[in-house]
């Protein structure tokens, strides 16, 4: 079985026929697959003689990804090989693994001493993205899927670390852009009170949220940042306020602040913190 009767047949067994899937996104993707696969970079000549895909078709499918930065093409002799986007993407993915790596040991430590629920987020493209997540032991814990995405910086405690370490005019424009909506009825949506507890994050090196993003949930977050000095994340806790007294804030700051700082000292760092760009 040749190549393209290869991919024929994993198209078939990954159900191409179901009308969810999309007949010119597996073409690209077999674009892509051959182009990586090949020791040597290909003409239009050569993709067409070993993928199934009429010429004009082909031709839109490359020029997208060449647009897109997913494929280079060279001007004198037109020749297609994969694009530096796929660096971008791996550098990306590769930075997020490697965050995880250093901070599960801390998580699980945290995660002894409290019995909350610990989380590690980060800031992808502008979304604040849940990246690991360990239960906790309580009978009433709080779960997110990993991956999931908190919406609004100023309701939760791992937005307001970033916002708590942009420039001032930065934030201004960040909070101008999303404004500050009301999620739940305790959630902050004036800018002078949401100021003044910037100014303490700042001062304490943790950030609080009070039901602010869900009702009935309390959380901390704390910065992690790389050896350059830039803010890559965030490790805290969460917990229902049966489990998470507002006397108990301090508390489980410090201790969301300590975990951050040893997962810091893990990825190298040891300057002062950056502001985000």
Avoid at 101 to 129: F, G, V
Wanted: overall charge positive; hydrophobic content about 40%.
């Amino acid at each position: 079985m040749d190549c393209n009767q290869n991919r024929k047949a994993d198209r078939i067994a990954n159900g191409n026929g179901n009308s969810n899937n999309v007949p010119a996104i597996h073409r690209a993707i077999d674009v892509l697959e051959l182009i990586a696969a090949s020791d040597r970079e290909l003409s239009l000549s050569d993709i067409m003689r070993r993928l199934d895909i009429p010429r004009q078709s082909l031709i839109r499918i490359l020029n997208t990804l060449c647009n897109r930065g997913f494929l280079d093409k060279s001007a004198r002799r037109g020749l297609y090989r994969i694009g530096l986007k796929f660096l971008y993407l791996g550098h990306g993915l590769h930075d997020k693994f490697e965050l995880r790596k250093a901070a599960w040991q801390y998580m699980k430590e945290l995660s002894r001493n409290t019995h909350k629920t610990i989380e590690l987020s980060t800031l992808d493209r502008d979304q604040l993205i849940l990246l690991e997540q360990i239960r906790g032991r309580e009978e009433m814990s709080i779960y997110s899927r990993a991956g999931s995405v908190f919406l609004y910086f100023h309701a939760v405690s791992v937005g307001k670390v970033y916002l708590s370490l942009m420039k001032p005019d930065k934030r201004r424009q960040v909070l101008q852009k999303i404004g500050l909506p009301p999620v739940t009825q305790y959630t902050i949506t004036d800018l002078a009170v949401l100021e003044e507890q910037i100014g303490e994050i700042q001062r304490c090196g943790y950030a609080f949220e009070d039901q602010e993003m869900r009702e009935g949930v309390r959380r901390v977050a704390a910065p992690i940042f790389n050896a350059d000095g830039r803010h890559v994340g965030c490790v805290g806790l969460s917990a229902t306020i049966f489990s998470f007294d507002l006397e108990e804030k301090d508390k489980f700051g410090r201790m969301a602040r300590e975990a951050a700082q040893k997962i810091s000292a893990e990825i190298g760092y040891e300057g002062p913190k950056t502001a985000v760009d």
